[in-house]
């Protein structure tokens, strides 16, 4: 079967940059991105591709070449829905802020009705594609709710989940080191619609890197793969904690480790703490549904990747304070960086988040920086916490345009994004500006200590 018309369901992080590849890679498949949210999709329209609602290098390139001759987006999901043979449904997954599995599960609701609209939309055959990230078992929730509602026509379910990272996503999508299809792979038409899935990525990735397995194994390896992605960061944060009290140095002990093959180089960099939208929902999922079998050693096991990094989160603000001779009330601190990593303009779960409420907790005046994340959202992002009023939020923290504005007249100056700008510093200015002693913590091991201290800042880096 060949795959000729594509609806997306969700024009978010992942739906708008996949969706942008597989139409710049098949010209003859016509791709349509759809959303509820007029805004965004507005965004993607916009004439003037730099200002699409999502930052990632290289995407604006790949949606000039495709936008308007295979890719639209369009607000008008039935229409979109009713002609597709293949419909990605790339909508969140949030964890749950209410009811049974409240701060643990994942909350299915907008899954659910994305599949009653195509249940009701449906005129003819489709495949339905999980590309959002979902527990274990969610095609059988979606396949009862399409056959028991629908038309009577017929529908396969996929499992295509996503590992592409943000700030790397065209790149990831462009050069996958897998892309993971799972099918009802028992039947003949289940074979075909894993066969369709894999045609469409054969137009650019290689065809052993295309896996294919039952569903029940696809849903259930991303989960374990974000889960051990973090893992990773945890274990080495919590190295971190112990160079600090040994005068080991986590750089070191990474680069020692990493050079085992067995363990290999990646994602062993310490950090302020890991955000990002799934690390931490993806793990707190996981550890629902092990504890709705019983599995309490497994769940325990896995929450405690999430332990660890809150500590991380706390234990990085609380230096601050405990250096700044135990009081930050007045004081005015900068912070270098507000999305969860560089090169994303993505704030969700991050780490200057809860650093700053930390701070701001301890009455101190909170001042940010960051080269792409909008002052609106860093407000958002603070009063969805509800630990004082918007008002006071504003009062207290101040964003601002340049670095040296952030820096100038502060006590002390945290790194908490690696943007590469911040290595680029006149450093010497920022230290002029400051007050003295003039305190430079980095979260993000991004700056050099020996270069610093000749300056005359007072530096700490985590993990040294
Ligand atoms: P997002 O919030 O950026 O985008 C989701 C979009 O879906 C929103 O624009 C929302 O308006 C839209 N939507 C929700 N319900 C809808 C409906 N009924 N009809 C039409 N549109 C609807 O989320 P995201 O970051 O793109 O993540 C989507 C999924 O992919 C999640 O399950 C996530 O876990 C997974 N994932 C995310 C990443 C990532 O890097 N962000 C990577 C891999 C997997
Ligand atoms: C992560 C995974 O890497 C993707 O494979 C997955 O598809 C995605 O989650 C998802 O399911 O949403 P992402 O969150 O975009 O991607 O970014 P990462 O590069 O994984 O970074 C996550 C967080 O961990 C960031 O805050 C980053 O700074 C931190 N990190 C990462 C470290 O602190 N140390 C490291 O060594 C690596």
Request: proline share 3%.
């Amino acid at each position: 079967m060949k795959i000729k018309n594509i609806c997306c369901i969700g024009a978010g992080y992942v739906g708008g940059p996949t969706m942008a590849v597989i139409a710049q890679k098949c010209p003859e498949i016509n791709v349509t991105v759809v959303d509820i949210n007029e805004e965004r999709i507005k965004a993607w329209n916009d004439e003037d591709v730099e200002n699409i609602p999502i930052y990632e290098p290289g995407l604006s390139a790949v949606v000039k070449e495709a936008r308007g001759r295979n890719l639209f987006f369009s607000t008008d999901v039935d229409a979109a829905i009713d002609k597709a043979d293949m419909i990605f449904i790339s909508v969140n997954t949030p964890t749950k802020t209410y009811g049974i599995g409240k701060g643990m599960a994942a909350d299915l609701k907008f899954i659910e009705l994305c599949a009653r609209q195509i249940a009701r939309v449906s005129k003819d055959d489709k495949i339905v594609v999980e590309k959002s990230t979902l527990p274990v078992r969610t095609a059988e929730a979606l396949k009862n709710i399409l056959d028991n509602t629908g038309n009577g026509v017929n529908y396969q379910i996929l499992s295509n989940p996503e590992f592409l990272a943000e700030g790397t996503a065209v790149d990831d999508l462009m050069n996958p080191d897998r892309v993971l299809i799972g099918g009802d792979i028992d039947t003949t038409k289940g074979k075909e619609a894993v066969e369709a899935l894999v045609d469409v990525y054969a137009h650019w990735v290689p065809r052993e890197r295309l896996l294919t397995t039952n569903v029940w194994s696809s849903e259930l390896s991303k989960l374990t793969a974000n889960a051990f992605l973090a893992q990773r960061v945890s274990s080495i944060n919590a190295m971190s904690e112990l160079c600090e009290k040994t005068g080991a140095d986590v750089n070191e002990v990474s680069k020692a480790v990493g050079m085992d093959s067995r363990i290999g180089s990646k994602f062993l960099k310490s950090s302020v703490g890991f955000g990002g939208s799934c690390f931490q929902k993806d793990i707190l999922n996981l550890v629902y549904i092990s504890k709705s079998f019983g599995l309490n050693e497994v769940a325990d096991y896995w929450e405690q990747v999430i332990l660890m990094n809150d500590h991380q989160k706390r234990r990085f603000a609380a230096k601050i304070v405990q250096t700044l001779f135990n009081t930050v009330s007045g004081k005015k601190i900068a912070l270098l960086g507000w999305a969860f990593k560089k090169d994303t303009n993505d704030t969700r779960e991050s780490a200057a988040i809860y650093v700053a409420d930390y701070l701001l907790n301890e009455q101190a005046e909170i001042v940010i920086y960051d080269p792409k994340v909008k002052t609106e959202q860093i407000y958002a992002d603070l009063d969805y916490l509800n630990s004082r009023s918007s008002e006071e939020n504003r009062a207290r923290l101040k964003v601002v345009n340049t670095p040296y504005e952030a820096t100038n007249d502060s006590h002390a100056v945290a790194v908490l994004t690696e943007w590469d700008e911040f290595k680029e510093l006149d450093w010497q200015k920022v230290y002029n500006e400051m007050l003295k002693p003039a305190f430079l913590f980095d979260g993000r091991r991004l700056l050099k200590r020996k270069t610093k201290e000749e300056i005359g800042f007072e530096f700490y880096a985590i993990g040294s």
